[in-house]
């Protein structure tokens, strides 16, 4: 077997965007002395439905996970980079279809008992048996054994260098399972702990729930019994849902708050040296597709319409909307993970005409549809498919444009039908294995009618980067996946949106974290 250090890059990773809609906690989470060194006040636009972690997928709910429960797998402070030990530390064998756990000795769940691996095993298979839960996809393929007490095997049935990541998602927190199962909890699919784990928590995080109000608050305290390596500086979390950001940045200049999660660029634009700013690219891709299905898009299904306008536009403009913290997309892969090109494309008006002319181009007009009620990391798409629309008319290409509500559009994109979209994507775990779907064939691709058929070399590399058991080859795959995208697919990445976490000059540690949002128990006094 090769040991962990043999684990593959893991690139920076997100979560898709739920919205859940609330009220503001006003000033009475912390009795109106938010700046106490016992207590800590954070604002966020709640996207949660549970404190249950094996129902829970959506931002609010993992970053509450992350602080309640413990993965096998962590990563360091806001880097997703590459997977640490959690509980555990682990061992594959070459085929990457075989994964050893070994516990960490002596670690206890909040009631002091210590964890075992039979909870592991529960914790894994409750998810697997519970079809209907979010995370349930995360264990696609996935079989777990019980070792011995303080050991795991987790198989697979084809190479899997990613489980590491996806290991470290909040959702796959280890439960104590006697206290779960004498709640409800079961591993055939029967199970009712959930409304349990909605009052109570059963985790070995450095934090225990102590009330959960999905519409305006959450309240943690400090676990007593918690003795792993990220004991909180606070012996009290109010996590309150603060729907509108001019709130939240009220809140944190009037000092009634101590952590802003959901300021925008302009706002963050407007705060002074008495706050931090954790400005940083997040996970989401904007991009663009041009449908290659004849029967959705007639005679403008051909890849070159798309080459054309990935050469028409200008990105510098396009990336002024955007906003602190973003960033051009270089392809379909975001910056900084496993297999991101370098630099993106570069406007280039005579490559795009030269496209136009070999595609037959002759005026037609094409619909530009997406949504216009459900900003991406502060990105409003209505203006940004103004400037798409003008910039294009430049290079000589027509666009009407067909705005149209979140839910009314996304049926007509995820179902096939859109001609001409603005969608943007988000990874699932921190492995750029999230993004193979955009290969033809597979879930992005097919949305845009591009068939397998219509690039086998593209299909292909996908196929190799997924059943690759090799770390370099891997990456080296990877990144021929993504330039390949870049040249004869129809997709057009545009703008990777920053994500901006503002926090009160008297605390460190509030900083972006893709796959759980923010670690709260890395928050601290400064100083």
Same mark, same amino acid.
């Given at each position: 077997?090769?040991?962990?250090?043999?684990?593959?890059?893991?690139?920076? %990773?997100?979560?898709?965007?739920?919205?859940?809609?609330?009220?503001?906690?006003?000033?009475?989470?912390?009795?109106?002395?938010?700046?106490?060194?016992?207590?800590?006040?954070?604002?966020?636009? #709640?996207?949660?439905?549970?404190?249950?972690? %094996?129902?829970?997928?959506?931002?609010?709910?993992?970053?509450?996970? $992350?602080?309640?429960?413990?993965?096998?797998?962590?990563?360091?402070?806001?880097?997703?980079?590459?997977?640490?030990?959690?509980?555990?530390?682990?061992?594959?064998?070459?085929?990457?279809?075989?994964?050893?756990?070994?516990? *960490?000795?002596?670690?206890?769940?909040?009631?002091?008992?210590?964890?075992?691996? $039979?909870?592991?095993?529960?914790?894994?298979?409750?998810?697997?048996?519970?079809?209907?839960?979010?995370?349930?996809?995360? =264990?696609?393929?996935?079989?777990?054994?019980?070792?011995?007490?303080?050991?795991?095997?987790?198989?697979? *049935?084809?190479?899997?260098?990613?489980?590491?990541?996806?290991?470290?998602?909040?959702?796959?927190?280890?439960?104590?399972?006697?206290?779960?199962?004498?709640?409800?909890?079961?591993?055939?699919?029967?199970?009712?702990?959930?409304?349990?784990?909605?009052?109570?928590?059963?985790?070995?995080?450095?934090?225990?729930?102590?009330?959960?109000?999905?519409?305006?608050?959450?309240?943690?305290?400090?676990?007593?019994?918690?003795?792993?390596?990220?004991?909180?500086?606070?012996?009290?979390?109010?996590?309150?849902?603060?729907?509108?950001?001019?709130?939240? =940045?009220?809140?944190?200049?009037?000092?009634?708050?101590?952590?802003?999660?959901?300021?925008? @660029?302009?706002?963050?634009?407007?705060?002074?040296?008495?706050?931090?700013?954790?400005?940083?690219?997040?996970?989401?891709? /904007?991009?663009?597709?041009?449908?290659?299905?004849?029967?959705?898009?007639?005679? =403008?299904?051909?890849? $070159?319409?798309?080459?054309?306008?990935?050469?028409?536009?200008?990105?510098?403009?396009?990336?002024?909307?955007?906003? !602190?913290?973003?960033?051009?997309?270089?392809?379909?892969?975001?910056?900084?993970?496993?297999?991101?090109?370098?630099?993106?494309?570069?406007?280039?008006?005579?490559?795009?005409?030269?496209?136009?002319?070999?595609?037959?181009?002759? @005026?037609?007009? =094409?619909?530009?549809? #997406?949504?216009?009620?459900?900003?991406?990391?502060?990105? *409003?798409?209505?203006?940004?498919?103004?400037?798409?629309?003008?910039?294009?008319?430049?290079? @000589?290409?027509?666009?009407?444009?067909?705005?149209?509500?979140?839910?009314?559009?996304?049926?007509?994109?995820?179902?096939?039908?859109?001609? #001409?979209?603005?969608?943007?994507?988000?990874?699932?775990?921190?492995?750029?294995?999230?993004?193979?779907?955009?290969?033809? @064939?597979?879930?992005?691709?097919?949305?845009?009618?591009?068939?397998?058929?219509?690039?086998?070399?593209? !299909?292909?590399?996908? +196929?190799?980067?997924?059943?690759? +058991?090799?770390?370099?080859?891997?990456?080296?795959?990877?990144?021929?996946?993504?330039?390949?995208?870049?040249?004869?697919?129809?997709?057009?990445?545009?703008?990777?949106?920053?994500?901006? /976490?503002?926090?009160? %000059?008297?605390?460190?540690?509030?900083?972006?974290?893709?796959?759980?949002?923010?670690?709260? !128990?890395? /928050?601290?006094?400064?100083?």
């Amino acid at each position: 077997m090769s040991s962990s250090s043999r684990r593959s890059l893991i690139a920076l %990773g997100a979560v898709a965007l739920l919205a859940v809609t609330g009220c503001s906690g006003g000033n009475s989470a912390n009795g109106g002395n938010s700046g106490s060194a016992g207590s800590l006040v954070i604002d966020t636009a #709640f996207s949660i439905e549970t404190a249950d972690p %094996g129902h829970s997928y959506d931002p609010t709910g993992n970053m509450l996970a $992350k602080a309640l429960y413990e993965t096998l797998v962590d990563f360091q402070g806001s880097d997703v980079s590459t997977p640490i030990p959690g509980l555990a530390s682990w061992e594959q064998n070459d085929e990457a279809t075989e994964f050893t756990f070994t516990l *960490e000795d002596g670690r206890v769940f909040s009631d002091g008992s210590p964890i075992e691996a $039979k909870d592991v095993v529960f914790s894994m298979q409750r998810i697997q048996g519970m079809v209907e839960a979010k995370p349930n996809f995360l =264990l696609t393929g996935v079989t777990v054994d019980e070792v011995d007490d303080k050991t795991v095997r987790f198989s697979t *049935e084809s190479p899997m260098l990613q489980l590491p990541a996806i290991l470290a998602n909040p959702a796959l927190g280890i439960l104590n399972s006697d206290v779960v199962i004498e709640n409800g909890g079961t591993t055939d699919g029967t199970d009712t702990a959930q409304s349990f784990l909605d009052g109570a928590s059963a985790g070995s995080g450095p934090f225990v729930l102590d009330t959960l109000d999905l519409s305006s608050q959450i309240v943690l305290t400090k676990s007593a019994d918690y003795n792993g390596d990220e004991e909180s500086a606070y012996d009290r979390v109010v996590i309150r849902n603060v729907t509108e950001s001019a709130t939240q =940045l009220a809140n944190l200049k009037g000092g009634d708050t101590m952590v802003a999660m959901d300021l925008n @660029g302009d706002q963050v634009a407007t705060l002074g040296d008495e706050q931090n700013v954790d400005s940083v690219a997040s996970a989401q891709t /904007i991009f663009l597709l041009l449908n290659q299905n004849p029967d959705v898009a007639g005679d =403008l299904a051909n890849v $070159k319409i798309a080459e054309a306008i990935r050469y028409a536009l200008d990105y510098d403009s396009l990336l002024e909307l955007a906003g !602190a913290g973003s960033v051009q997309a270089t392809g379909v892969i975001p910056p900084a993970f496993e297999g991101a090109l370098d630099a993106g494309v570069e406007q280039n008006l005579d490559r795009a005409g030269a496209a136009l002319a070999e595609a037959g181009y002759d @005026g037609e007009t =094409l619909k530009l549809q #997406f949504p216009n009620d459900y900003p991406v990391g502060g990105v *409003e798409f209505t203006p940004l498919a103004e400037r798409i629309q003008a910039q294009l008319g430049d290079a @000589g290409i027509s666009v009407e444009l067909a705005p149209a509500p979140f839910a009314t559009e996304l049926d007509a994109y995820v179902n096939g039908t859109e001609g #001409f979209g603005l969608w943007f994507w988000g990874p699932d775990y921190a492995d750029s294995a999230n993004f193979l779907p955009f290969a033809p @064939g597979l879930k992005v691709g097919l949305r845009a009618g591009w068939e397998a058929s219509a690039d086998s070399a593209i !299909a292909g590399l996908a +196929t190799d980067a997924a059943s690759a +058991t090799d770390v370099d080859e891997r990456a080296a795959t990877f990144t021929e996946f993504a330039e390949a995208l870049q040249q004869n697919s129809p997709f057009v990445p545009l703008i990777v949106p920053g994500r901006n /976490i503002a926090a009160a %000059g008297e605390v460190t540690g509030a900083v972006y974290n893709s796959v759980w949002e923010m670690d709260i !128990a890395e /928050i601290a006094p400064a100083g």
